[in-house]
């Protein structure tokens, strides 16, 4: 009669119990695929197209700049503006003393 240590499985055993685990999962794995292709994907079709403001940074050119050069028309004026009081001032400084 042989002795056999407890705790140790043979080698056969535990080969047999390995292969089991790995068709274990291979049988999961394709099962899941399985399922999964019945459930299928929602086609584009089904998608709900909204309409919404139109970002800013995808106008065109044009519509782009003529918001800029409206701006810049603004800052321009006021920096007018500003140079003809300038030029009063400065004018009125030269003729105050000769």
Do not use: C
């Not at 790995?22 to 299928?40: D, F, N, Q, R, T």
């Not at 800029?68 to 004018?91: F, S, T």
Request: no cysteine.
């Amino acid at each position: 009669m042989q002795k056999r240590a407890q705790g140790i499985i043979p080698q056969k055993q535990y080969a047999t119990r390995w292969y089991r685990r790995i068709a274990m999962h291979v049988a999961l794995v394709l099962a899941g695929a399985w399922i999964g292709s019945l459930v299928g994907i929602p086609s584009m079709a089904d998608a709900e197209v909204r309409k919404g403001n139109e970002p800013v940074a995808f106008k065109s050119g044009g519509e782009r700049s003529e918001a800029v050069l409206r701006d810049i028309v603004v800052i321009l004026n006021r920096m007018d503006g500003r140079m003809a009081k300038i030029e009063e001032i400065l004018v009125q400084a030269a003729n105050a003393h000769p």
